[in-house]
Nanobody, 123 residues
Framework: QVQLVESGGGVVQAGGSLRLSCAAS????????MGWFRQAPGKEREFVAS????????YYADSVKGRFTISRDNAKNTMYLQMNILKPEDTAVYYC????????????????WGQGTQVTVSS
């Protein structure tokens, strides 16, 4: 059983930065691949970034590449998303996700989801 809790959302101005955290409860966090997804009003949930079990491999959506950085601290059972140069189009509810496989290649299914944290970027 894995439970995920996102935090760090808020309201920022375009061009600003925000750091999201995902705290995980579970014995085998270090073996899980993790991902960030987001859903804007009226849109489908979309992939943002993912990271494999060790943090040695990361993947990003083209829309955030170069601006966002995903990382993890297995000792703290926590994953992070550093978001820089934020744009109004980044406004969405951001969700943390985990999968029991350690492989984070885009397109895979995720087994656990958090409740989400709101990120609002003003223009």
């Amino acid at each position: 059983q894995v439970q995920l809790v996102e935090s760090g959302g808020g309201v920022v101005q375009a061009g600003g930065s925000l750091r999201l955290s995902c705290a995980a409860s579970g014995r085998t966090f270090s073996s899980y691949a993790m991902g960030w997804f987001r859903q804007a009003p009226g849109k489908e949930r979309e992939f943002v970034a993912s990271i494999n079990w060790s943090g040695s491999m990361t993947y990003y959506a083209d829309s955030v590449k170069g601006r966002f950085t995903i990382s993890r601290d297995n000792a703290k059972n926590t994953m992070y998303l550093q978001m820089n140069i934020l744009k109004p189009e980044d406004t969405a509810v951001y969700y943390c996700a985990a999968r029991t496989s350690g492989i984070a290649v885009p397109g895979v299914q995720y087994d656990y989801w958090g409740q989400g944290t709101q990120v609002t970027v003003s223009s």
